[in-house]
């Protein structure tokens, strides 16, 4: 047991716990602190704040460490699929051919969306933004399936690995029909195909022409939802969470995930990445006059896909998927100069003090949209693609809030830096 943690505050000391996490992680317990002195810490963002204990993802910022209930992201990377790696966060331990046989029919079972609920797209302009067409349509599932979102944690964990494979299947078939809605083109029906193959004939068959995907291409695709599986407590898994905690059921903190991760400093950085690539190369630079625009400070004009809240070193999602985009661009016997940019950029990056000072280095988006482009799928879905990642890391973390027996609603404080009393003033006598 740790020597408590003394805090001396006025004339009072009081004696907060230490928490130890099994991968030696430190905390000072301060759940008393109001009770006790009624003080709050402020920490504007969270970034000091552990909001929960969970058991899915260990994160090391500084020596860019990522593991998924104890196995490094690098391994999953090299011998696991989405969907085994999606059972793993979800389940704690690795498949076995039975239970890995069991979901994968859950999934294929759920692929499809009901009609009266492809009836939605019509209410929605072509144009748009498909993150938030995928965050309402997760939210109608509620509507679809009562009886797996009745908001009774009890009642909902029952039929939790229904609405769970439900939820992880159902977001890649929408994702598919919001591209193939933004297009104008008929939505496909789920064939009894692996999950990602059937992403990919969702995405890209024809009524009359099926598309029958090469392994290289599922194989890019399965890495890249598998290096998308979860991160700790980021803004949108927090949001689940936060959601989570009121009692809310599944679909609908999903939803709320999917609003938090469109953010351009969150998921929606892949796609503003490639924005920048792009504009870069049509701008004929060669990413010089960028960087230095980019060292102005102004959040505006970032080298996105670079910099992380947690990794003060490289990520190493970002280190996987930068060696996969040259291996699946000359299997699909492709070339983007945009990766030429990207790589130019990386390595003037990593040379320049702004960035060295700073601790930035390339996170998930540097080079994920490189791959997507590769695959065919527009800027506008990278997102999309990140919130079909990411789908299994904020189930499992929503099911970590749902079976906390002593769980509580989350409930921050603040400091309030408002008027202070004062009385109401008549009409007659505002000026
Ligand atoms: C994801 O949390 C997660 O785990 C998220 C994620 C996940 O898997 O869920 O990993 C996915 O969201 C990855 C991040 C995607 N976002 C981007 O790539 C957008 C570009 N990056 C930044 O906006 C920024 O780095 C953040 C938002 C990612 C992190 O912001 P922080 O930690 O709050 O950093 P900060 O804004 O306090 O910046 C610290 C300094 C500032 O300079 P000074 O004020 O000290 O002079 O670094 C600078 C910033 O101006 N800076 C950058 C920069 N990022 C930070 N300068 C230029 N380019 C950048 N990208």
Same mark, same amino acid.
């Given at each position: 047991m740790s020597t408590p943690a003394l805090l001396k505050i006025d004339d009072k000391e009081i004696a907060c716990p230490i928490m130890t996490g099994t991968e030696g992680e430190k905390a000072i !317990?301060? @759940? +008393?602190l109001r009770k006790d002195t009624g003080y709050i810490f402020y920490d504007q963002g969270y #970034? +000091?704040? #552990?909001s929960c204990e969970s058991a899915i993802t260990f994160l090391d910022g500084d020596n860019g460490i990522l593991r998924h209930r104890g196995y490094a992201i690098d391994q999953l990377a090299a011998h696991s699929t989405f969907v085994e790696t999606a059972y793993l966060v979800i389940y704690g331990e690795l498949p076995n051919p039975k239970q890995r046989k069991q979901f994968g029919d859950l999934l294929r079972q759920n692929a499809h969306v009901e009609t009266q609920m492809q @009836?939605?797209?019509? #209410? /929605? =302009?072509? !144009?748009? =933004?498909p993150m938030a067409m995928l965050a309402s349509l997760v939210a109608s599932l509620a509507g679809y399936y009562p009886d797996l979102a009745t908001n009774n944690f009890e009642k909902d964990l029952q039929q939790f690995d229904l609405s769970a494979a439900m939820a992880i299947s159902k977001i890649r078939t929408l994702g598919a029909m919001i591209y193939r809605h933004t297009r104008g083109l008929p939505f496909m029906h789920p064939k009894d195909l692996p999950f990602c193959d059937n992403f990919l004939h969702l995405m890209f068959s024809e009524p009359y022409q099926d598309y029958v995907a090469i392994p290289e291409v599922t194989n890019a695709l399965n890495l890249i939802l598998l290096m998308h599986a979860d991160h700790e407590q980021n803004c949108s898994t927090s949001t689940v969470r936060m959601v989570g905690s009121? #009692?809310?059921n599944l679909f609908t903190s999903l939803a709320a995930g999917i609003a938090a991760l469109s953010g351009p400093l969150h998921g929606g950085a892949n796609a503003a990445v490639m924005q920048m690539l792009q504009s870069i190369h049509d701008e004929g630079d060669d990413g010089t006059r960028f960087i230095a625009a980019a060292k102005g400070g102004s959040k505006s004009n970032r080298l996105m896909g670079f910099g992380h809240a947690? /990794? @003060? +070193?490289?990520d190493p999602r970002a280190k996987v998927i930068g060696e996969a985009c040259g291996v699946v661009l000359k299997k699909l016997g492709k070339s983007d100069p945009l990766l030429d940019i990207a790589q130019n950029l990386e390595q003037a990056a990593l040379k320049d003090d702004y960035f060295i000072s700073r601790k930035l280095y390339p996170n998930v988006d540097f080079y994920s949209g490189i791959i997507f482009r590769a695959l065919g799928i527009p800027t506008n879905m990278f997102t999309v693609m990140f919130a079909i990642g990411r789908s299994p890391g904020w189930i499992a973390n929503w099911r970590e809030v749902a079976s906390n027996p002593k769980g509580r609603i989350y409930r921050p404080r603040q400091i309030y830096v408002g008027p202070v009393k004062r009385d109401y003033v008549p009409m007659a006598q505002r000026g």
């Open positions: !317990d301060a @759940r +008393n #970034g +000091n704040t #552990g @009836r939605l797209f019509e #209410g /929605y =302009p072509k !144009d748009t =933004p009121s #009692g809310a947690v /990794y @003060r +070193n490289f």
